[in-house]
């Protein structure tokens, strides 16, 4: 395991995609000051990392281009059956893809993160907090979206493994995005179904913080919403983990 874990590293750090798509965050959250998220509202620095909620569809858009350039090529090049036929097992090669996925998601939040916080600063200025509670407010806030986002990484590392095919997995994962987008603008964000898909799905809750724009509302300082929020998430990225590592157990990899 551990040497396929470096293996993957060492292809992030050598291969294109992940700073392409770096560069494409960053760009888009400098684009976006000129845009809804800047352009009437007055956001500190201290606040950037908040933003993470409105960029939230592109990150994912990232990520499916991630997983559709950077694992599911490794299908259609061979390097997977190349790596079965040295002897590798099938569950740790599943595992090391995940763990890349989460370290691209994890990099794109966080460049998207300081590119927004340094963005605000620029244009009004960083806040008042104290460097121990902006560090405890940054790592609430990212810790949270990092989290939920790790929900997407699962299930598209899983939808991969089962296509086996770049085209599929990134028209499949862009039709569950469309879908979910789709049911949120028509469903809307409050009443029962809104409260049924905050418990369940914690990353829906993304969606609710760009709708309502408060905080508090996302859970920030509730205890009991934040242990379900990383039950649930916990839950379903095992349960997608789980698929993922099955269906590719029993596929005939040619």
């Not at 090049?77 to 040295?86: E, F, K, T």
């Not at 090669?93 to 300081?114: E, G, M, P, T």
Request: proline fraction near 2%; glycine fraction near 8%; hydrophobic fraction near 55%.
């Amino acid at each position: 395991m551990r040497g396929l874990i470096a293996a993957e590293w060492f292809k992030l750090t050598h291969n294109k995609t992940l700073p392409i798509l770096l560069a494409l965050a960053a760009v888009f959250v400098v684009a976006q000051a000129e845009g809804s998220a800047f352009k009437n509202d007055v956001i500190l620095g201290q606040f950037g990392v908040t933003l993470l909620s409105a960029l939230s569809a592109f990150e994912v858009m990232l990520l499916v281009a991630f997983v559709g350039f950077f694992v599911t090529t490794e299908f259609d090049n061979g390097a997977v059956r190349n790596s079965l036929a040295l002897g590798k097992n099938r569950l740790c090669l599943y595992l090391s893809k995940q763990v890349s996925v989460c370290v691209a998601i994890a990099a794109l939040l966080l460049a998207s993160s300081l590119v927004a916080t340094a963005v605000g600063t620029v244009r009004s200025g960083f806040g008042e907090m104290s460097a121990a509670a902006y560090a405890g407010f940054f790592l609430t806030i990212f810790g949270l979206h990092l989290l939920y986002h790790t929900v997407y990484a699962a299930f598209f590392t899983m939808i991969a493994f089962v296509t086996r095919n770049s085209i599929l997995t990134v028209l499949l994962c862009v039709g569950v995005i469309v879908i979910e987008i789709m049911l949120v603008s028509l469903l809307g964000f409050s009443g029962e179904f809104g409260q049924t898909a905050r418990t369940v799905f914690p990353v829906y809750s993304i969606k609710l913080l760009y709708s309502t724009g408060d905080p508090a509302f996302f859970g920030y300082a509730d205890p009991a919403f934040l242990a379900r929020s990383v039950i649930a998430s916990a839950a379903e990225i095992a349960l997608l983990i789980g698929i993922g590592a099955w269906a590719f157990k029993k596929a005939e990899i040619k």
